[in-house]
Nanobody, 124 residues
Framework: QVQLVESGGGLVQAGDSLRLSCAAS????????MAWFRQTPGKEREFIAA????????YYGDSMEGRFTISRDNAKNTMYLRMIILRPEDTGVYYC?????????????????WGRGTQVTVSS
């Protein structure tokens, strides 16, 4: 019913910046919270950041705040993740997720809709 599509990933060099986008389509109902996660091979899914419907009080996972900035534009049904000073260890698949309510949790179980992910590769 709700489809999420990430975009903006690619191959970049260490120190570069990227802005990821997540577009929601289909039968979307407001208000709802959203979040970004990432997955690296052989590791569990890692929480990056979450944002509420109003977007005024986002919060970040451990060691995420500083180089990552989450935002959203409800008029466009789009969420963003600004990434700066990228490092090789940032390489992975980045996913956006939508919750069924206004609470922005940090666990995967808090979200019921997921995109297919966008690949971010950071070379040395």
């Amino acid at each position: 019913q709700v489809q999420l599509v990430e975009s903006g990933g690619g191959l970049v060099q260490a120190g570069d910046s990227l802005r990821l986008s997540c577009a929601a389509s289909g039968r979307t109902f407001s208000p709802y919270a959203m979040a970004w996660f990432r997955q690296t091979p052989g590791k569990e899914r890692e929480f990056i950041a979450a944002i509420t419907w109003k977007g005024g009080t986002p919060y970040y996972g451990d060691s995420m705040e500083g180089r990552f900035t989450i935002s959203r534009d409800n008029a466009k049904n789009t969420m963003y993740l600004r990434m700066i000073i990228l490092r090789p260890e940032d390489t992975g698949v980045y996913y956006c997720a939508k919750s069924g309510g206004i609470v922005a949790g940090s666990g995967s179980a808090d979200y019921d809709s997921w995109g297919r992910g966008t690949q971010v590769t950071v070379s040395s």
